[in-house]
């Protein structure tokens, strides 16, 4: 267990030393749209699939928009790696938020998954 979590560290590491900062902040941009997306969503409608499909939706939207904004911008374009970069942190929140939310199956007073 010791190996794979050195290998998986080191392999993370050398991955994330080749994704240039820029995608990380299009990613982190990304998770946090959707995050408050979805929290805010969810507390208005208790839809758990609502405020998912609108959590995914405002991350495409924001980055759509910031990379419409961008291609204005004199010796600029629209980069769709960055717009995948938002997409993708949009979905990581989906997929994690889709993953701690299963229902528990009560059997003989305990909880399990």
């Known amino acids: 267990m010791r190996k794979l979590a050195i290998i998986l560290f080191l392999t993370l590491n050398t991955v994330s030393a080749q994704i240039a ?5 299009h990613y982190t941009a ?11 969503v969810y507390n208005k409608t208790k839809d758990k699939n609502k405020a998912l ?8 939207l924001i980055g759509s928009l910031k990379e419409t904004f961008d291609s204005k ?5 629209f ?5 995948l970069a ?12 889709k993953l701690f939310n299963k229902k528990r199956k009560k059997w003989n007073n305990y909880y399990y998954w």
């Open 79 to 83: 980069d769709s790696k960055d717009l």
């Open 21 to 25: 900062k820029d995608k990380k902040k």
């Open 73 to 77: 911008q004199k010796n600029n374009k």
């Open 30 to 40: 990304g998770v946090f749209t959707s995050a408050v997306t979805y929290t805010y």
């Open 53 to 60: 499909f609108y959590s995914l939706a405002s991350a495409v």
């Open 86 to 97: 938002t997409t993708l942190g949009g979905i990581s929140v989906n997929v994690t938020i």
